[in-house]
């Protein structure tokens, strides 16, 4: 079995950081992509950033600037640094994993989510 644990997250004030951590543990061959998907209230989940094992990174526009995604592959780890946190930014954030449980068998991983609100 595989696990996603994520951390952090909470309230910010506008213009507040936040930093969300998740690690992945359990039965992994090896991780593909990792990321952070969000869903504020009454909208859809959406991608908010991406790193694949080789570094390439995918941010959704609205976050482009500031938040930074950060991934370490020997830890199978993925944190999101969030800057300059705005009220839209209010949502739950999901971590997830792209990985191989063994060879040739890729499957999707999602965490329990946490909350961000971002609120004076």
């Known amino acids: 079995q595989v696990q996603l644990v994520e951390s952090g997250g909470g309230l910010a004030q506008p213009g507040g950081s936040l930093r969300l951590s998740c690690a992945a543990s359990g039965s992994i061959f090896s991780i593909y992509a990792m990321g952070w998907y969000r869903q504020g209230p009454g909208k859809q989940r959406e991608l908010v950033a991406q790193?694949?094992?080789?570094?390439?990174?995918n941010y959704a526009d609205s976050v482009k600037g500031r938040f930074a995604i950060s991934r370490d592959n020997a830890k199978n780890t993925v944190d999101l640094q969030m800057n300059s946190l705005k009220p839209e930014d209010t949502a739950v954030y999901y971590c997830?994993?792209?990985?191989?449980?063994?060879?040739?068998?890729?499957?999707?991983?999602w965490g329990q989510g946490t909350q961000v609100t971002v609120s004076s």
């Open positions: 790193i694949t094992s080789g570094g390439n990174i």
């Open positions: 997830y994993a792209d990985l191989y449980v063994k060879y040739g068998v890729r499957r999707d991983y």
